[in-house]
């Protein structure tokens, strides 16, 4: 697809430039989730070529392909990122321990030929944050990358945080 959904903020050795572009495969990781789901189709409606990649691909239930992707089996991988040339890849909330589960799947992606990957980090990303441990290990490896730091997620309105501010009677 032609249109640009994300700019990239920069790469190692200047390789930065526009993400999620161009005619090739995009994986996108957590599609059952408020983010990965609507992203599939927003993807798949422009046009793109979308893999969902999924722990379960049964349940997936969307329109997209759909593949096995678990972080914690890396024999996913090859067939998960096979054909696809970008990324766009959130941390799964259980997952702390990134070098162990998160560092091979970027390996994995360098060697299936991935060019470009879309990180969805936090706001104010630091140390101590598994986040900053993605983000420098996409900065160590051949990929070029973006980083995506929001603040809020609308979609937390639509649960807790709307039950708490409705007003009592």
């Known amino acids: ?29 957590g599609p059952t989730g408020t983010v990965g789901g609507p992203l599939v189709g927003l993807l798949a409606g422009r046009g793109a070529q979308v893999v969902a990649g999924a722990m379960h691909p049964p349940r997936f239930g969307g329109s997209a392909e759909c593949r096995a992707l678990d972080f914690e089996r890396p024999e996913t991988f090859p067939d998960a990122l096979a054909g696809v040339s970008q990324v766009f890849r959130m941390r799964p909330p259980a997952i702390s321990d990134t070098k162990r589960y998160l560092r091979p799947f970027i390996r994995e992606a360098e060697r299936a030929g991935v060019e470009h990957v879309v990180f969805l980090s936090l706001m104010g990303v630091n140390p101590v944050m598994p986040h900053w441990q993605v983000e420098q290990d996409l900065r160590a490896s051949s990929l070029s990358w973006t980083f995506l730091r929001p603040s809020f997620f609308a979609q937390n309105l639509q649960t807790c945080a709307c039950r708490e501010s409705r007003p009592r009677l």
């Open 1 to 29: 697809f032609r249109r640009v959904l994300f700019r990239s903020g920069g790469a190692p050795g200047g390789r930065g430039g526009v993400a999620l572009t161009g005619t090739g495969r995009v994986l996108v990781t």
